[in-house]
């Protein structure tokens, strides 16, 4: 019993830092990758992000108006209007952990 409970705590004292990395890791991809259009705040008020219709991240109903599914799909394939691309795609750029972890990044923007 004893060793099954160290071997617990050992695998939850690694886990935390995986944790604070990968959140480390979404704001460096967000300031590095998203930050130009949307903003360092998520309000979309930048020179590019008025330019191409970036929404507000930090109101709610904006947040409301698309799931995390819908969200990490125009992450990965990027988002079109009108036939024009307004945001590139960034599954080469980003793996599947990384894309999430951006999605969960944008979604604590939500005032």
């Known amino acids: 019993m004893k060793k099954t409970t160290q071997i617990a705590i050992l695998s939850a004292a690694l886990l935390i830092p995986v944790s604070t990395a990968s959140a480390l890791d979404a704001a460096t991809n967000y300031s590095k ?36 599914a819908e969200g990490i799909k125009a992450i990965k ?3 079109k209007k009108e036939g024009k691309v307004v945001m590139k795609p960034y599954a080469d750029k980003f793996s599947d952990a990384e894309i999430s972890a951006l999605m969960k990044y944008i979604r604590a923007f939500k005032k």
């Open 33 to 68: 990758k998203c930050a130009s259009c949307h903003g360092k705040d998520g309000s979309g008020k930048t020179k590019m992000g008025k330019k191409k219709g970036a929404r507000d991240y930090r109101d709610a109903k904006v947040q409301a108006s698309f799931t995390d």
């Open 77 to 79: 394939e990027g988002v």
